[in-house]
C-alpha cells in the first residue's frame, strides 16, 4: 500500500566472534562515526587477518544494545550490482512484512530494493562485510553501479547507514558520500595480543604468550592459527614445541597455512587475493620492499624500486598503502611493512619472481656503495668503517 511504513526486525546480526579482544578504542571510535549526524557511511579497512569483520560485528552489537535497528550482509563472492541487490532484497524480504503490492511486481529490482527502503521508519544501519570483493572485481563499472546504488537507497531513506568493511581504503567514495569516514585496523597491541594467546592457550607461560604474539606479528588471525596447532595433550614444553616450530620453516605464512581449512582462515589464500589485485607494476613494487626492513624511508624505496624520481615512487607508495599492504609513519617520508606481509611478499617473489628480487638486491647494495664512497670523500676517516657497513647491509636484506 502507498505510504504505508514498515519496520523491520531489530537485527540481523553475527554473534561477536570468540575471544575478540584488544579493541575497544576502536569499537568506540567507529561507533561514534556512525552515530555521528552528519555521517551516513563509514568504512573499516585493512590487510587481512587483522579483525576488520571482528571489529564490525562488535560495533554493530553495540549500536543494537543502544536501540539501532543493526543488519550484517556478506558480500563475499559477489560479482556485480545485481547480486547486491538481490542480497538486499532478500535480507529485507525475511525482516520486513511485506503487504501484497501488485505494483512492486513491475519495478525493477533496483526500484523494488529503493521503495522498499523508503517505507522503512526507523533508522537503521547496514554492514556491508568484505565490499571490497565486489568494489575491486576489477570491471570499473561494477564499483560505479554499487556506488550508485548505495548513493539511490541513502536518497530514498535519510535514516539509513552503511558500515563496510574492506581490505583497501574507501577514500574514493569521498567525492560522492561527503561526511564518509574510515578507520583502519591495525594489528592488536602487545598486551591486547599476549592476552588473547593466553585465552586460546590458557596453560601457556607469560614468555610463550609474548613469544607467540611476536611470532603472528600481533595480527588476531595468526595468532588463532597458531595456538590453533598447539595440542594441550602434547607433552612437549610449549616454548619447545614453538621453537622445533619455527625451525621448520622461515616463511610464517606458509607456516601458519593448512589447506583444510575454509579459504577466509588461510592467510595464505587471504594474501594471495590481495596481490593478485595488484596491477604488475605494485606487484614488483611490493615483492622489491619485501627485501628492505620492516621499516624503511621513501629515498631507498626509490632506490629499489629503480627510480630516480622521489615523487613517482611515493606514489607508488601511497596506492600500496591505500590497499593495507604498507603503512607510512608519522614522518614523513618513512613507510613501514608488516612482517606477515613481509613474509608473504619474499616468498611470492623468490618461487615467481626472482628478476625482480634479484634487481631489488642489487640496487639495494649499490645504494649503500654509492652512499658510502660519499660519506669516504667528505669524511676519508670513515674509510675503515666501510667492509663493517657493507656487510651490515648485506645482511639486513635477509632480516
Given amino acids: 500500500m502507498k505510504g504505508t511504513k514498515l519496520s523491520l526486525k531489530r537485527s540481523s546480526l553475527p554473534p561477536i566472534v570468540p575471544h575478540f579482544t584488544g579493541r575497544k578504542r576502536e569499537c568506540d571510535e567507529i561507533t561514534c562515526q556512525v552515530t555521528s549526524e552528519s555521517t551516513r557511511l563509514v568504512s573499516i579497512w585493512g590487510s587481512p587477518g587483522f579483525g576488520k569483520t571482528s571489529v564490525a560485528i562488535a560495533v554493530g552489537h553495540q549500536l543494537q544494545?543502544?536501540?539501532?535497528?543493526?543488519?550484517?550482509?556478506?558480500?563475499?563472492?559477489?560479482?556485480?550490482?545485481?547480486?547486491?541487490?538481490?542480497?538486499?532484497?532478500?535480507?529485507?524480504?525475511?525482516?520486513?512484512?511485506?503487504?501484497?503490492?501488485?505494483?512492486?511486481?513491475?519495478?525493477?529490482?533496483?526500484?523494488e530494493l529503493c521503495q522498499t527502503f523508503s517505507k522503512i521508519s526507523d533508522s537503521l544501519v547496514c554492514i556491508l562485510d568484505n565490499a571490497d570483493d565486489l568494489l575491486e572485481t576489477g570491471d570499473p563499472n561494477v564499483k560505479d553501479e554499487v556506488i550508485d546504488l548505495l548513493e539511490e537507497i541513502m536518497r530514498s531513506n535519510e535514516k539509513v547507514k552503511f558500515l563496510?568493511?574492506?581490505?583497501?581504503?574507501?577514500?574514493?567514495?569521498?567525492?560522492?558520500?561527503?561526511?564518509?569516514?574510515?578507520?583502519?585496523?591495525?594489528?592488536?597491541?602487545?598486551?591486547?595480543?599476549q592476552e588473547l594467546v593466553y585465552k586460546l592457550l590458557p596453560m601457556a607461560s607469560a614468555s610463550d604468550c609474548k613469544k607467540m604474539a611476536q611470532v603472528c606479528g600481533h595480527v588476531p588471525l595468526a595468532i588463532k592459527l597458531?595456538?590453533?596447532?598447539?595440542?594441550?595433550?602434547?607433552?612437549?614444553?610449549?616454548?619447545?614445541?614453538?621453537?622445533?616450530?619455527?625451525?621448520?620453516?622461515?616463511?610464517?605464512?606458509?607456516?601458519?597455512?593448512?589447506?583444510?581449512?575454509?579459504?577466509?582462515?588461510?592467510?595464505?589464500?587471504?594474501?594471495?587475493?590481495?596481490?593478485?589485485?595488484?596491477?604488475?607494476?605494485?606487484?614488483?613494487?611490493?615483492?622489491?620492499?619485501?627485501?628492505?626492513?620492516?621499516?624503511?624511508?621513501?629515498?631507498?624505496?626509490?632506490?629499489?624500486?629503480?627510480?630516480?624520481?622521489?615523487?613517482?615512487?611515493?606514489?607508488?607508495?601511497?596506492?600500496?598503502?591505500?590497499?593495507?599492504?604498507?603503512?607510512?609513519?608519522?614522518?614523513?617520508?618513512?613507510?613501514?611493512?608488516?612482517?606477515?606481509?613481509?613474509?608473504f611478499s619474499r616468498e611470492k617473489g623468490e618461487q615467481e619472481m626472482p628478476e625482480t628480487v634479484f634487481c631489488a638486491k642489487s640496487r639495494f647494495r649499490a645504494y649503500y656503495v654509492t652512499l658510502f664512497k660519499t660519506l669516504?670523500?667528505?669524511?676519508?676517516?670513515?674509510?675503515?668503517?666501510?667492509?663493517?657497513l657493507l656487510n651490515s647491509t648485506k645482511r639486513s636484506e635477509y632480516h
Fill in 226 to 343: 597458531l595456538c590453533s596447532s598447539v595440542s594441550e595433550d602434547d607433552p612437549v614444553e610449549l616454548s619447545e614445541y614453538l621453537e622445533n616450530y619455527l625451525k621448520a620453516s622461515t616463511d610464517i605464512i606458509q607456516m601458519l597455512d593448512n589447506p583444510d581449512y575454509p579459504s577466509n582462515l588461510r592467510l595464505q589464500v587471504l594474501f594471495g587475493t590481495s596481490f593478485q589485485r595488484l596491477s604488475e607494476e605494485e606487484k614488483r613494487a611490493l615483492v622489491s620492499l619485501a627485501i628492505l626492513p620492516d621499516n624503511f624511508h621513501l629515498d631507498i624505496a626509490a632506490a629499489v624500486l629503480g627510480l630516480a624520481n622521489t615523487a613517482r615512487a611515493n606514489k607508488i607508495l601511497q596506492r600500496l598503502r591505500r590497499k593495507s599492504l604498507i603503512s607510512s609513519g608519522t614522518t614523513h617520508g618513512l613507510f613501514s611493512i608488516h612482517k606477515l606481509i613481509q613474509s
Fill in 376 to 388: 669516504n670523500e667528505k669524511f676519508p676517516s670513515v674509510d675503515i668503517l666501510c667492509p663493517l
Fill in 65 to 111: 544494545s543502544s536501540g539501532l535497528p543493526v543488519h550484517f550482509l556478506s558480500l563475499r563472492g559477489l560479482k556485480s550490482k545485481a547480486d547486491l541487490t538481490s542480497k538486499f532484497l532478500g535480507l529485507l524480504r525475511q525482516g520486513l512484512s511485506l503487504p501484497n503490492d501488485q505494483t512492486a511486481q513491475q519495478l525493477s529490482l533496483d526500484d
Fill in 164 to 193: 563496510l568493511t574492506s581490505r583497501e581504503s574507501l577514500q574514493f567514495i569521498d567525492v560522492r558520500f561527503p561526511g564518509h569516514q574510515g578507520s583502519r585496523i591495525g594489528h592488536l597491541d602487545d598486551i591486547f595480543s
